[in-house]
């Protein structure tokens, strides 16, 4: 079975997966959340692009007030690490506990709970002036950034230790490797014959983030990279991983 339009991945030596992608049912798509068919949805665009921002410049904030070396150091360089990190989950759930107007905290299509807080936050800050006036309990009730507790170093040196040892998103194994089950993923494909369904996202513009999620054979996974290439490979894996699919020796 033949396919058009496979990734390159530059490395499969199977002639018959190395440039092929299935041709899908339904193409491609690059969507920012919330997906553009979400046309009843309490959320906006605006209050996920403002909450986002809002978000970024609050936690900013933190890790400089945090900081003994104040805005001398490196460390806002790590911010993006440090936000990969934190846990949306927990701080919605915060939120919920505190009282606060949380219309909605389930996930929508292909959403995260960063992309929920993101809109919880823009919808508090453009909503009437009641939900304005609740803004500042919203940033305050929002869990701080764990860089504070007695004995933690917060050198620049540190908390880049910190986010290498602790952020670490990749999943196990080299990662060199990660392209080996891009072509194991397809070979399996012209076997059974059913055609994976794969979704793009770009989950941030600056620095540039991208989500690509697999379905296939009743099975999704999801990977995120800084392109679109690292991101592909790794939903691959992760698919094979659940598939017990393995590489040949």
Not at 4 to 13: A, E, L, Q, S
Not at 40 to 58: N, P, V, W
Not at 90 to 112: F, M, Q, S, Y
Not at 189 to 206: D, H, L, M, R, Y
Request: with cysteine.
């Amino acid at each position: 079975m033949a396919y058009k339009d496979f990734p390159n991945t530059g490395n499969c030596r199977r002639n018959k997966v190395a440039s092929q992608l299935p041709n899908l049912a339904h193409p491609l798509v690059l969507k920012m959340s919330p997906a553009a068919h979400q046309i009843d949805d309490c959320y906006t665009i605006a209050d996920f692009e403002i909450g986002k921002r809002l978000f970024t410049t609050h936690m900013a904030v933190q890790l400089v007030v945090a900081s003994p070396e104040g805005r001398e150091i490196g460390s806002l360089s790590q911010l993006d690490a440090l936000i990969t990190g934190y846990d949306f989950e927990e701080a919605i759930a915060t939120l919920v506990k505190a009282g606060l107007d949380v219309p909605r905290t389930n996930l929508v299509c292909d959403e995260t709970y960063e992309d929920v807080l993101y809109k919880i936050i823009g919808r508090t800050r453009l909503g009437d002036s009641n939900s304005k006036e609740s803004f500042p309990t919203l940033l305050r009730q929002l869990p701080s950034l764990d860089l504070s507790t007695d004995g933690v170093d917060l050198t620049a040196t540190a908390i880049t230790q910190r986010v290498a040892n602790g952020l670490n998103l990749s999943p196990p194994g080299s990662e060199a490797d990660n392209w080996k089950y891009t072509c194991r993923l397809w070979e399996d494909v012209q076997g059974t014959g059913e055609e994976p369904k794969v979704v793009e996202a770009c989950i941030s513009n600056f620095p540039p983030r991208f989500r690509i999620t697999i379905r296939y054979c009743g099975v999704e996974a999801s990977g995120e990279g800084r392109n679109k290439k690292t991101a592909r490979h790794i939903a691959a894996r992760r698919v094979c991983e659940r598939l017990n699919l393995r590489l040949s020796l």
